[in-house]
């Protein structure tokens, strides 16, 4: 990513606000602490200055955070880019192959979702990150894949810096005893100790900062390897998730449809240009896309009505009586009610509506049950952790066969409680279809 470009600009205070959240305060203060000290204990502890290794590798240290830093403000800052309110095609009558969006008064554009958390319709959205507080998408999918890169690579830097450093100023100078310290004076005299000791407020901070900086490379790490398989695809997180509903849908109903995902160049390279380019502007406008041949403009869109009708006839009529987010501690509202609830929807196994239709709250629990029970049919004994469990005389099969009530409840709550947030986020006392 060059960095011919800055894009962060302060022209909207607002955006300043984006800091005043746990999420960026966490990360900030992470990144501050492992620098700090990792600078700390190189120039006063493990490589002075005066040499010349010394010299690079606090120069390697500085270029870390300032390269993390930089890359996390633009990903912050830049932001996703946001469809713009009042959007619709060119042609009126491909209308008709998008979703319409009532917050934003627009049309969604192609690979664009709505963030209830900006309150936008985002281009390429890739998820919310709370990290950066702020969306991953089309202007800034570069920017955060490089802070998941970096951050890893300086974090384990600076581990090395904190290892060498207690290793360096305790186990050369100090064995400790079962009741008292003993200094190894032959050490001492061969390497003196510095000007600053090291004491044990050193080696507490050094170690809460290894601790840091370990938990951050594996974290960030597996953040990165997940990005980067989606970039290589040319895909987003959503999208993977509408290709994997869409191949469930042609199955599940027996249209005999073929999906083709129509963003992937088919080359991983031609993949990676699409997000990263030298010149640090992401390709096209955020609003129209290269298709693959055979493919055109809306055939994710045309994908996602397909889906979001199915959804509808799935549906069923609640009235809302409480405002309720569910946003913290869900199952603490009514659980009586969640429980009283499925079992209520259990009877409705054997009958059906004067339609002819089941309930959908039993359509979902059934769904839920096949892909259960064809997840455990696939991996039933041919895995190791089977042959150790029949090796201390347990049956795999009738632990699951005791677990599946329990996994049927909580994924039943799970689903009553995103059927509450729904209704909640679109009306507070009318009929919601």
Same mark, same amino acid.
């Given at each position: 990513?060059?960095?011919?470009?800055?894009?962060?600009?302060?022209? @909207?205070?607002?955006?300043?606000?984006?800091?005043?959240?746990?999420?960026?305060?966490?990360?900030?203060?992470?990144?501050?602490?492992?620098?700090?000290?990792?600078?700390?204990?190189?120039?006063?502890?493990?490589?002075?200055?005066?040499?010349?290794?010394?010299?690079?590798?606090?120069?390697?240290?500085?270029?870390?955070?300032?390269?993390?830093?930089?890359?996390?403000?633009?990903?912050?800052?830049?932001?996703?880019?946001?469809?713009?309110?009042?959007?619709?095609?060119?042609?009126?009558?491909?209308?008709?192959?998008? %979703?319409?969006?009532?917050?934003?008064?627009?049309?969604?554009?192609?690979?664009?979702?709505?963030?209830?958390?900006?309150?936008?319709?985002?281009?390429?959205?890739?998820?919310?990150?709370?990290?950066?507080?702020?969306?991953?998408?089309? %202007?800034?999918?570069?920017?955060? $894949?490089?802070?998941?890169?970096?951050?890893?690579?300086?974090?384990?830097?600076?581990?090395?810096?904190?290892?060498?450093?207690?290793?360096?100023?305790?186990? @050369?100078?100090?064995?400790?005893?079962?009741?008292?310290?003993?200094?190894?004076?032959?050490?001492?005299?061969?390497?003196?100790?510095?000007?600053?000791?090291?004491?044990?407020?050193?080696?507490?901070?050094?170690?809460?900062?290894?601790?840091?900086?370990?938990? $951050?490379?594996?974290?960030?790490?597996?953040?990165?390897?997940?990005?980067?398989?989606?970039?290589?695809? /040319? *895909?987003?997180?959503?999208?993977?998730?509408?290709?994997?509903?869409?191949?469930?849908?042609?199955?599940?109903?027996?249209?005999?449809?073929?999906?083709?995902?129509?963003?992937?160049?088919?080359?991983?390279?031609?993949?990676?240009?699409?997000?990263?380019?030298?010149?640090?502007?992401?390709?096209?406008?955020?609003?129209?896309?290269?298709?693959?041949?055979?493919?055109?403009?809306?055939?994710?869109?045309?994908?996602?009505?397909?889906?979001?009708?199915?959804?509808?006839?799935?549906?069923?009529?609640?009235?809302?009586?409480?405002?309720?987010?569910?946003?913290?501690?869900?199952?603490?509202?009514?659980?009586?009610?969640?429980?009283?609830?499925?079992? $209520?929807?259990?009877?409705?196994?054997?009958?059906?509506?004067?339609?002819?239709? %089941?309930?959908?709250?039993? *359509?979902?629990?059934?769904?839920?049950? /096949?892909?259960? @029970?064809?997840?455990?049919? *696939?991996?039933?004994?041919?895995?190791?952790?089977?042959?150790?469990?029949n090796k201390w005389k347990f049956s795999f099969q009738n632990t699951v066969r005791y677990l599946k009530p329990c996994v049927y409840y909580f994924r039943y709550m799970q689903l009553v409680c995103y059927k509450r947030v729904l209704i909640s986020s679109q009306c507070k006392s009318a009929t919601v279809p």
């Amino acid at each position: 990513m060059a960095v011919g470009r800055s894009l962060v600009k302060f022209e @909207n205070l607002h955006e300043l606000k984006r800091l005043c959240h746990w999420g960026p305060i966490i990360a900030l203060g992470v990144i501050t602490i492992c620098s700090t000290m990792a600078m700390i204990d190189a120039v006063l502890w493990y490589w002075p200055l005066e040499t010349p290794g010394g010299g690079v590798n606090f120069i390697m240290l500085i270029n870390w955070t300032v390269m993390i830093l930089y890359n996390y403000f633009n990903a912050m800052f830049v932001g996703p880019g946001y469809v713009p309110f009042g959007w619709k095609p060119e042609k009126s009558q491909d209308c008709v192959y998008l %979703q319409y969006c009532k917050v934003c008064q627009s049309y969604k554009a192609p690979r664009s979702h709505h963030c209830r958390k900006c309150n936008r319709c985002v281009m390429k959205m890739d998820h919310h990150c709370p990290w950066i507080n702020n969306c991953c998408g089309y %202007q800034n999918h570069a920017y955060f $894949t490089l802070f998941l890169l970096l951050a890893p690579l300086g974090c384990i830097h600076a581990s090395f810096i904190f290892v060498m450093t207690m290793y360096t100023q305790l186990y @050369n100078r100090i064995s400790f005893g079962w009741s008292s310290v003993r200094i190894d004076m032959s050490a001492a005299k061969r390497d003196p100790l510095p000007i600053i000791p090291f004491g044990l407020s050193a080696f507490a901070a050094s170690l809460f900062a290894l601790g840091l900086a370990l938990g $951050t490379t594996i974290a960030v790490g597996m953040l990165f390897i997940i990005q980067m398989k989606v970039i290589l695809r /040319n *895909k987003t997180s959503i999208e993977s998730w509408i290709e994997e509903k869409a191949k469930d849908r042609i199955q599940y109903y027996h249209t005999g449809e073929i999906f083709i995902f129509p963003y992937d160049m088919g080359s991983k390279w031609k993949n990676i240009k699409q997000v990263f380019t030298w010149s640090g502007i992401p390709e096209g406008n955020g609003l129209e896309w290269p298709v693959k041949e055979g493919c055109h403009q809306y055939s994710l869109t045309v994908e996602q009505l397909k889906q979001k009708s199915d959804k509808r006839l799935r549906s069923v009529r609640y009235q809302a009586v409480e405002d309720y987010s569910g946003a913290c501690c869900p199952m603490t509202k009514d659980t009586g009610c969640m429980v009283k609830e499925f079992l $209520t929807q259990l009877l409705m196994v054997k009958q059906e509506s004067e339609d002819g239709s %089941q309930g959908i709250a039993w *359509k979902s629990v059934s769904m839920i049950l /096949n892909w259960i @029970n064809q997840s455990m049919e *696939k991996r039933k004994i041919d895995s190791p952790f089977t042959i150790f469990i029949n090796k201390w005389k347990f049956s795999f099969q009738n632990t699951v066969r005791y677990l599946k009530p329990c996994v049927y409840y909580f994924r039943y709550m799970q689903l009553v409680c995103y059927k509450r947030v729904l209704i909640s986020s679109q009306c507070k006392s009318a009929t919601v279809p």
